[in-house]
């Protein structure tokens, strides 16, 4: 078990190097200058020397090694440099900005498991066609729709027509948690319906995977009913694979859902990524996705780990190995 | 390529601006002495801070509370409330007294003398001498700031604190008023440079009582304002994703008032009786279309002139600008609205034929190829405009292809000036200073076009116009040669301006005292809420 564990992060560690630098070569191949954003566009010739005093000052002019290693070396100290354009800390944007992420992606995730769990489960147990239609016509709906079209008939439907829902903006829960509750709402079901969706395909095929098990016949033989079978024996079996599933989600939902979060005028990481590609600010843009790659590959290895907890036989494999 | 004496080139723009602006606001008498008496005054009233403004801004907010440097136009709004000048904007296009009360000129128009209020404190209560004005002017005069107002006051080679309350500066070349320049100077406090983008430390009606760059900006009043209370309690400047979520925020009453909103929402906005869209007095925008004069084939001037000729106008505003335009009729910086535009220019209607016959003489065949470079989201009209003059460039057998990229890289693809880029067509929007020769100044002091940038060309005799136009007194003569300008202008087209056209802003009924100047920036220093 050791062995894995230290294998896993081994390899972490290795993948969130290499996507360092793929995200810091990528950015500076992308057409735009970030001098030109900052200072061109108006109708007054800006001085050359204006550029080439403003490059040095963010360190452009410099070989690309050695703006890497620069940028690098203060990441591992923990500096993520400043915007270059409102030359706040990295640190403190994003400080300002996850608040809204978080919260938009825990309630997200709360709803999209609150969803596709007991639906799945339910389906398991009841058995009944009508039912599993509605679930299979959920799921093909809920994966094949975009999550901004979702969002923009929630907004039609509940903050224009029955005018029930705020429609954009955030507010903080600590500030005022019930109205920070209804921003949320509109929102994180827009992004629920796209996590509940995949994660109930999954756990419904799980379930009739392992409903099929001798172990499963043997809990029946002995008189359990349905439900305690599903309960008990089947839903704990068959969550499994739905892990990285759920793995995946996380990881993806905490590094920004930039759609939705532009649909509802909410800012968050997201809106802050779209805005730092728009001004070339590779500073805050190559920290943020940085931060993006590094949370989904430790959701991944902590899920990967998970695994290990809650499935006996994996352990036993390793032990083996 | 070699370029032209951009000294010579900035000096001669610089001087022009302070030359219109002297024969607008009466020129200097014999012993020197400029009146704050001519100057029309536009104050604050007086009140009791009351209510919050929630002001909107779409596609990019505030990113820097510099205001040296340019960067996104939407910061403009910001500046008259932070950062005072020495001279303030009128909603006419003149200037009046702000933190110099005023000021006199020598005979020669060398040297002028700024006499400052005294009671004048930065909001983190430090007071405002001549050693910030000193400091700042230093400060944009620097190129490696590369300040927006430098082009304006390149040609002032000395500023002095005489006292602490009165600032000399020393011209290179006669100006006739320097202080219609310098109401683009503002006053920042460089006493901690570390903190200049993100403090917002200034002497206006208005301080920073928060600030989450491209996402919110809230001002408070600045309780050393010199001037009147301010009127507001709070102005909350929001950045809103794109125009479609401002102008729902504005029509659910969740924004007081919004800037820059698509002609789009226009009617929507119309037709709610508790809005009203705000417009200048003076128009001295225009949406137009940048071609490098420095490469071929638009290095000739017939295949200019061909491509106005090939430019619809009215079908653009008509389809583009749903009408919330004006139709540029002769291909002119200045909008007809402005009262030195010369009505006797010919017209450049759009002629398809004759549009032919210039790009044959200037050897653009049939068969050639151009690109339209617009911007991708922000400026749907740009993109109408486009595809109007792909159909009509069609009809006489030039293909345009119409590219749309995101900002930075459609900047970054003929800007900063100089850069070449043969075969594009660039759509651009210009936002000129009020004044007409700043109007006609855009493409002597250096428009993306690149002109003045080969010697020789016809650039040489309209940059001798502009400096005969300098020495000017006589306003019927001044007139004369702004007609000769135009003309110049008119016959060398180094750009197409399509039509002219402001911003469009919009506020509710409940707000009173909001402005928008001639170069669509708003101004909300007398701005409150009614009840």
């Known amino acids: 078990m050791a062995i894995y564990v230290l294998r896993r992060v081994v390899t972490s560690i290795g993948l969130l190097f290499l996507s360092s630098v793929l995200i810091f070569v990528v950015l500076r191949l992308i057409p735009g200058d970030p001098t030109i954003t900052k200072l061109g566009g108006g109708m007054t010739a800006v001085d050359p020397r204006a550029f080439q005093a403003l490059r040095h000052q963010l360190g452009l002019d410099r070989s690309l090694t050695h703006q890497y290693v620069h940028w690098i070396g203060g990441v591992l100290r923990g500096d993520f440099g400043q915007s270059y354009f409102s030359q706040f800390p990295v640190t403190t944007l994003i400080k300002e900005r996850a608040g809204s992420t978080l919260e938009l992606a825990a309630a997200a995730l709360f709803i999209g498991l609150l969803l596709s769990v007991p639906a799945a489960t339910i389906g398991a147990i009841w058995r009944n066609r009508y039912f599993d239609a509605v679930l299979s016509g959920f799921t093909a709906v809920g994966m094949s729709t975009p999550a901004f079209v979702n969002g923009l008939v929630l907004i039609v439907i509940f903050g224009v027509k029955l005018k029930l829902l705020p429609t954009q903006g955030y507010v903080s829960f600590q500030n005022h948690p019930l109205e920070s509750l209804k921003t949320v709402i509109l929102p994180a079901v827009t992004l629920a319906i796209a996590i509940a969706a995949p994660i109930m395909l999954i756990l419904r095929s799980s379930l009739a995977d392992v409903a099929s098990a001798p172990y499963i016949r043997t809990a029946q033989g002995k008189g359990l009913l349905r439900y305690q079978v599903v309960l008990r024996h089947v839903l704990p079996n068959a969550t499994i694979p739905a892990l990285t599933m759920i793995g995946v989600i996380i990881g993806s939902l905490l590094g920004g859902s930039v759609i939705v979060e532009y649909v509802f005028a909410r800012p968050g990481l997201g809106s802050l990524m779209v805005d730092a590609i728009y001004q070339r600010d590779y500073a805050v843009l190559q920290t943020l996705v940085l931060l993006a790659a590094g949370v989904f590959i430790i959701s991944s290895l902590l899920i990967d780990l998970l695994y290990g907890v809650l499935d006996p036989r994996l352990r036993v494999r390793g032990q083996e190995a | 390529m070699h370029r032209f004496s951009s000294r010579l080139k900035v000096a001669a723009f610089g001087v022009a601006v302070a030359a219109v602006a002297a024969v607008s606001l009466g020129m200097a008498s014999s012993d020197g002495v400029l009146g704050a008496a001519n100057a029309k005054a536009t104050q604050t009233v007086a009140c009791t801070p009351n209510g919050t403004l929630r002001y909107g801004l779409a596609g990019g907010g505030v990113t820097s509370l510099d205001p ?25 296009g003149t200037v009046r007294p702000d933190l110099a ?36 002017i230093l400060h944009d005069l620097d190129p490696k700031t590369g300040a927006l107002v430098r082009t304006y006051i390149n040609d002032v080679r000395s500023v002095r604190a005489i006292t602490k309350y009165e600032v000399r500066f020393k011209t290179g070349s006669p100006r006739a008023n320097l202080a219609d320049a310098l109401y683009l100077a503002k006053m920042a406090d460089l006493s901690n440079m570390a903190t200049l983008a993100t403090s917002g430390n200034g002497t206006g009606p208005y301080k920073v009582a928060g600030y989450v760059p491209n996402q919110v900006l809230t001002l408070v009043p600045n309780p050393y304002y010199f001037g009147p209370k301010p009127c507001l309690k709070k102005i909350s400047i929001i950045s809103e994703p794109d125009t479609t979520s401002m102008v729902t925020a504005f029509t659910s009453n969740n924004l007081d008032m919004i800037w820059q909103f698509p002609v789009t929402a226009a009617s929507t906005i119309q037709s709610d009786k508790n809005a009203t869209i705000i417009v200048p007095k003076t128009v001295a925008t225009a949406h137009v279309l940048l071609v490098d004069t420095t490469s071929a084939p638009f290095d000739n001037v017939l295949a200019r002139q061909a491509l106005s000729y090939a430019i619809d106008r009215n079908a653009m505003v008509k389809a583009s600008f749903l009408g919330h335009a004006q139709a540029s009729v002769a291909n002119d910086p200045l909008s007809t609205t402005n009262p030195a535009y010369n009505k006797k220019l010919p017209a450049q209607t759009f002629n398809l034929a004759k549009a032919k016959q210039l790009f044959t003489q200037a050897g653009v065949k049939p068969g050639t190829s151009f690109t339209y470079w617009a911007q991708a989201g922000k400026r749907p009209e740009w993109i109408t405009n486009g595809e109007i003059l792909q159909q009509d460039l069609a009809k006489i057998g030039i293909t345009l292809n119409i590219v749309q990229a995101d900002p930075a890289t459609w900047l970054a693809r003929f800007d900063p000036h100089g850069k070449k880029y043969p075969g594009l067509i660039v759509a651009s929007f210009l936002s000129l200073q009020p004044n007409p020769l700043l109007g006609l100044g855009s493409a002597l002091n250096g428009c993306d076009c690149n002109w003045g940038n080969v010697p020789g060309t016809k650039y040489d005799q309209y940059n001798s116009l502009v400096l005969k136009a300098l020495g000017q007194s006589d306003p019927v003569k001044l007139q004369a040669s702004y007609d000769q300008l135009q003309v110049l202008f008119n016959q060398q087209a180094p750009y197409q301006v399509i039509a002219h056209q402001t911003n469009l802003s919009a506020a509710q009924k409940k707000v009173v005292g909001a402005w928008e100047d001639p170069s669509g920036n708003m101004h909300l220093e007398s701005a409150r809420l009614a009840h």
């Open chain 2, 68 to 92: 040296s440097v340019g960067g996104l136009a939407s910061r403009t709004v910001i500046m008259p409330l932070l950062f005072p000048a020495l001279t303030a904007l009128n909603p006419d």
């Open chain 2, 101 to 136: 009360t005023k000021w006199k000129v020598s005979p020669d128009g060398k040297t002028w003398w700024f006499y400052l209020r005294r009671d004048v404190k930065y909001a983190n209560g430090r007071p405002f001498t001549s050693a910030d004005v000193v400091a700042n």
